[in-house]
C-alpha cells in the first residue's frame, strides 16, 4: 500500500528516536512515576522485554513493538517470528542495538541475529491486521488490529529468542500511549501497563491478548476472580453469560478438585454470519467469538463447557504425537463430559441429556465413516465432516459404555470419575504423556480386558462399537430402530437409543444419582 507523506514523516522520526533511546515510549509525561522508574531501569533482571506502542496511520493501524534480551556469549541467537511461514502482519524489522545484523535462515519465520558478544539486542519492527476477509470461523485466530480494539494469540504478534521452550523466563511487558479509555486484558492480568511476568517460554507463547473499547466484567470464585471481556452488544444479558461462565468453571475445578488458578480471563468478540460460534483455549484464558443473534442455548453452554474442558484435557496434559491418533480420548471424553457436567451444574435437564446421547448414537451409526480405522486420522482428519466427528461419536459412546463397566465391576464405588482424576494426577505428578498405550492400562485396571479389547478392535481394525442396554443406568432401556438410508432401496442402519423406563414417572433420585448429580 503507497504511505502518504504524514505517514512517512511519521514513520521516520518514530525510527530516529528509537535509533537513541530503548524506550522513548516509556517515558511519557503522561504515565505514572512508577511505570517511568521501571521502564528507566532498563532490562535488568529481565531476559525478554517488549514495549508496545499504538501506530496511526491514515489507513492502517499497527502496534509497534521494541524487543531487548541479552545476547548470548556467541553473539548469535536465532529469532522466531509470529505467524508461522505467512509473515504479512509483520513491517519494517530492524535492529536498533549497536553492532547488530538480522539475517534470513532456512526458514522465513526464523532470523538469524548476530551482535556483540553479550550485548544487549534490541529490535524494533510493527504489526498490523493480515486479514483480507470479515472476521469469521477459520481465521478467527489471526490477530485483530484496528482503532477500536485488539485482540492477538502471542504466537501472532511477539517475535522470541528461539531459546529453551521448557525453560522458565522473566518477561517484561510495557503499554505506551495507549487511548486513555481503551481496557487491557490478558492471560496474566488486567488493565496493567507494565507487567512482569515469570513464565515458561511455551507458556508466554501459548498466551492471549486484548484491549480496546471491552467492558471489562469481575465474577468471583472464592478470592480467585474471573474477568469477562466483552465488547459489542448481544441477544443475551452480559451478566447472565457472566453467570454462565462462572457456574461451568465451578462445575469443572470441582470436578478436578484444581483451585489452583487465581486467575482467569473470557474474551467475547463479535464474529460476522449469523449462528456462528467458535473458542480457543489458551493459558489462564479463553476467547469467543460468536454472532450477533447468537443466546445462551444448549449449543452454546456445550462450547462453553467443551473449552473449558481442554483447559485440563489438553492444556494441563501432553498427548504423544501424532496426537489424532488420541483424539477419541482428548474430543470424545471431553463431549462426553462436556453433556454430564452441565447435567451436573443444573444447566441442562436429565431429557436433555439423553437426548443428546441419542443424536450422537444416530449420527455415528449413519455415519459412511464407523468402519474407518483409526490411523486414518492422522493425515485425513480434516478431510471430510465425517471423519472429523468421527472420534468425538466413538469417545463419548465409548465413554458412556467404559462408565457402565466401571460402576458394575465396581458395585458402585467408582466410576470413569475415578479414571479421570487418576489420569490426571499421573499426568502432573509423574509426568505422564497420555497415549493409547497409557490409557490402555488404565482401562484394564478400572475395567478389565474385555472393554479394552472391544475398544482396540474399533480404533485397529475398524469395527462399530455397540452402545452398551444399561449404559445409562437403571431408569433407562435400550431400544433399537431400523432405518434405510433411502425409502426405497440403500443401506439399512440399526440405531440405537435409550427412553426413561416408566414415560409416566418423573425421574427420581436414583436416576440421577447414576450420574453424579446431588
Known amino acids: ?56 496511520d491514515v489507513s492502517t493501524f499497527r502496534l509497534i513493538v521494541v524487543l531487548e534480551f541479552k545476547g548470548e556469549k556467541s553473539g548469535e541467537t536465532k529469532i522466531i517470528l509470529p505467524g508461522g511461514s505467512d509473515l504479512s502482519s509483520i513491517k519494517f524489522l530492524k535492529a536498533l542495538s549497536p553492532g547488530t545484523y538480522i539475517s534470513d535462515s532456512e526458514k522465513p519465520e526464523h ?5 556483540p558478544p553479550g550485548s544487549m539486542v534490541r529490535i524494533y519492527y510493527q504489526v498490523e491486521e493480515s486479514r483480507d476477509d470479515d472476521l469469521e470461523p477459520g481465521n478467527h485466530y489471526m490477530a485483530i488490529l484496528n482503532k477500536q480494539y485488539f485482540h492477538f494469540l502471542s504466537e501472532s504478534f511477539f517475535v522470541v ?17 495507549l487511548p486513555s479509555n481503551w481496557n487491557l486484558a490478558n492471560s496474566f492480568g488486567v488493565n496493567e501497563k507494565y507487567q512482569e511476568i515469570k513464565s515458561p517460554l511455551w507458556r508466554f507463547r501459548h498466551s492471549v491478548f486484548a484491549g480496546g473499547d471491552f467492558k471489562l466484567i469481575p465474577r468471583y470464585i472464592g478470592t480467585d476472580v474471573i474477568y469477562v471481556a466483552m465488547r459489542s452488544s448481544w441477544k443475551f444479558k452480559q451478566d447472565e453469560f457472566c453467570d454462565l461462565v462462572l457456574d461451568i468453571l465451578i462445575e469443572e475445578r470441582n470436578f478436578w478438585n484444581d483451585h489452583s488458578t487465581n486467575f482467569f480471563l473470557v474474551n467475547v468478540l463479535p464474529l460476522q454470519g449469523g449462528g456462528n460460534q467458535v473458542g480457543i483455549v489458551r493459558d489462564n484464558s479463553y476467547s469467543l467469538f460468536l454472532s450477533g443473534n447468537r443466546l445462551l442455548d444448549k449449543q452454546l453452554k456445550r462450547l462453553l463447557a467443551h473449552d473449558f474442558f481442554h483447559i485440563w484435557i489438553g492444556e494441563k496434559t501432553q498427548f504423544s504425537d501424532p496426537e489424532q491418533l488420541v483424539y477419541w480420548f482428548k474430543e470424545g471424553f471431553t463431549d462426553y463430559y462436556t453433556d454430564l457436567l452441565l ?49 468425538y461419536q466413538r469417545g463419548q459412546i465409548f465413554a458412556t459404555n467404559l462408565n457402565y463397566t466401571i460402576i458394575k465391576n465396581s458395585s458402585g464405588k467408582k466410576s470413569l470419575d475415578n479414571l479421570m482424576r487418576d489420569l490426571m494426577s499421573r499426568c502432573k505428578n509423574e509426568s505422564l504423556v497420555i497415549s493409547n498405550g497409557t490409557l490402555s492400562s488404565l482401562i484394564r485396571f478400572y475395567a478389565g480386558d474385555q472393554i479394552l479389547s472391544e475398544m482396540m478392535r474399533t480404533l485397529n481394525s475398524g469395527a462399530v462399537l455397540k452402545a452398551m442396554p444399561e449404559a445409562l443406568g437403571p431408569c ?29 414417572l418423573a425421574p427420581n433420585k436414583n436416576c440421577l444419582n447414576w450420574f453424579g448429580v446431588d
Do not use: C
Not at 529468542?161 to 500511549?177: G, L, Q, R, T, V
Not at 435400550?478 to 435409550?498: A, D, N, R, T, W
Open 1 to 56: 500500500m503507497k504511505k502518504t507523506l504524514p505517514g512517512l514523516l511519521t514513520l521516520i522520526v518514530l525510527l530516529f528516536n528509537f535509533e537513541i533511546s530503548a524506550y522513548p515510549s516509556s517515558i511519557s509525561p503522561n504515565d505514572k512515576p512508577g511505570i517511568r522508574e521501571k521502564a528507566l531501569r532498563g532490562n535488568q533482571g529481565f531476559d525478554i522485554s517488549y514495549s508496545i506502542e499504538p501506530f496511526y
Open 476 to 504: 433407562f432401556k435400550m431400544e433399537v430402530e431400523s432405518k434405510k438410508k433411502l425409502i426405497i432401496f440403500g443401506e439399512q442402519y440399526e440405531i440405537p437409543s435409550y427412553k426413561f423406563k416408566n414415560e409416566n
Open 343 to 391: 447435567l451436573r451444574a443444573e444447566l441442562i435437564t436429565l431429557d436433555e441429556y439423553v437426548e443428546q446421547y441419542n443424536v450422537i448414537l444416530e449420527s455415528y451409526y449413519k455415519s459412511p465413516m464407523r468402519y474407518e480405522k483409526n490411523d486414518r486420522l492422522i493425515n485425513d482428519f480434516w478431510s471430510d465432516i465425517n471423519l472429523t466427528r468421527l472420534p
Open 161 to 177: 529468542p528461539a531459546w529453551d521452550n521448557n525453560a522458565e523466563y522473566s518477561f517484561k511487558i510495557m503499554w505506551n500511549h
Open 111 to 115: 532470523k538469524n541475529v548476530k551482535y
